[in-house]
Nanobody, 129 residues
Framework: QVQLVESGGGLVQAGVSLRLSCAAS????????MGWFRQAPRKEREFVAA????????DYADSVKGRFTISRDNAKNTVSLQMNSLKPEDTAVYYC??????????????????????WGQGTQVTVSS
């Protein structure tokens, strides 16, 4: 069973960049497809980005495409979310999620929250205008 711990959130001004990291432990990291989701106040949790077990396939929400980049380091058991050109509407709690182990095909990405069975505790990102 994998445990996920996010870090890197904070309070920033619009237009700057922020990098979130998620450290995984307790499982075989490469056996999990990974994703990032976010939840703003009074809104439902929404998909942000996903990456396959291989790291070769990625998927993004339209709202972040071209600004955010997801990556993973299977040797270091980490997945990251590079967020550029941040906007106030990016303000939310960001969650790292894992789907597996071994149940997701190597090059597949998942964008539905119900496909993920492990979640981190979340990290707050606040973007001021």
């Amino acid at each position: 069973q994998v445990q996920l711990v996010e870090s890197g959130g904070g309070l920033v001004q619009a237009g700057v960049s922020l990098r979130l990291s998620c450290a995984a432990s307790g499982g075989t990291f490469i056996s999990y497809a990974m994703g990032w989701f976010r939840q703003a106040p009074r809104k439902e949790r929404e998909f942000v980005a996903a990456i396959s077990r291989s790291g070769d396939s990625t998927d993004y929400a339209d709202s972040v495409k071209g600004r955010f980049t997801i990556s993973r380091d299977n040797a270091k058991n980490t997945v990251s979310l590079q967020m550029n050109s941040l906007k106030p509407e990016d303000t939310a709690v960001y969650y790292c999620a894992a789907a597996g182990p071994w149940s997701v095909r190597y090059y597949y990405t998942l964008h539905n929250s119900y496909d993920y069975n492990y979640w981190g505790q979340g990290t707050q990102v606040t973007v001021s205008s």
